[in-house]
């Protein structure tokens, strides 16, 4: 089975001043079954982001692959699961009236905050 999917979100934190980000994201998941109710699956997405604070504005673009396991409850309603991701994340930074400088970072990411936890409705 492979599913496509699609997010937005809103992400808003405050150290010493507040930054926005709107996002947006697309996926797709193939799914491998291990019985009738449950499976594994890997799932490819690409994210991007835009916001700022009130002294620069942010871009993020991302690519990240990760594992995970679902059981349905019914039949349209899953349960899921999973940890990690291998992946590539790059952020631009332009201060107001300055230059901009981009951070890239890649590879595996097993830290504590991979770890998810959700449900999806499947319409088929």
Not at 59 to 79: D, H, M, Q, Y
Request: proline residues 2%.
């Amino acid at each position: 089975r492979l599913s496509i999917g699609g997010s937005v979100g809103f992400s808003s934190q405050k150290f010493t001043e507040t930054t926005n980000m709107f996002l947006l994201g697309v996926n797709a998941r193939k799914h491998f079954s291990l019985a009738e109710t449950v499976a594994w699956f890997i799932q490819g997405g690409i994210n991007f982001g835009v916001g700022g604070d009130d002294n620069s504005s942010i871009t993020s673009l991302g690519i990240a692959f990760r594992p995970g396991i679902l059981v349905f409850i019914t039949p349209k309603i899953g349960l899921e699961s999973g940890f990690g991701s291998l992946g590539y994340q790059a952020y631009s930074v332009k201060p107001d009236g300055g230059s901009t400088s981009t951070t890239s970072t890649y590879g595996l990411n097993l830290n504590s905050n991979t770890l998810f936890f959700g449900f999806r409705y499947y319409f088929n």
